[in-house]
Nanobody
Framework: QVQLVESGGGLVQAGGSLRLSCATS????????MGWFRQAPGKEREFVAA????????YYANSVKDRFSISKSNGKNTVYLQMNSLKPEDTAVYYC?????????????????WGQGNQVTVSS
């Protein structure tokens, strides 16, 4: 059974930074492509960032490109989302997700395993 445990959310002022972490267990982490998604109240869950199994390539939603950075430590079985220059519209519950058997995935339905979600609130 694969488990994903997120940490690092909270309240921050606009322009500030946060780093989310997602620790995984249960399967070989280096075989997993990882992603971050978010869901704001009343909205659908949306793609934020993804990283390949090896960590060599990354993909971002246009809304976060140049502000957010995803990284993967296969030695620590952890994926990170560094969020800089945060805006109030970044407020959402953030989810990490894992998928095995593919190189990369950017759509919600492609992911097999999900974390519990972590609230990020950006005040203006």
């Amino acid at each position: 059974q694969v488990q994903l445990v997120e940490s690092g959310g909270g309240l921050v002022q606009a322009g500030g930074s946060l780093r989310l972490s997602c620790a995984t267990s249960g399967r070989t982490f280096s075989d997993a492509a990882m992603g971050w998604f978010r869901q704001a109240p009343g909205k659908e869950r949306e793609f934020v960032a993804a990283i390949t199994r090896s960590g060599s390539s990354t993909y971002y939603a246009n809304s976060v490109k140049d502000r957010f950075s995803i990284s993967k430590s296969n030695g620590k079985n952890t994926v990170y989302l560094q969020m800089n220059s945060l805006k109030p519209e970044d407020t959402a519950v953030y989810y990490c997700a894992a998928v095995f058997g593919v190189q990369i995935a950017t759509r919600t339905h492609e992911y097999q395993y999900w974390g519990q979600g972590n609230q990020v609130t950006v005040s203006s």
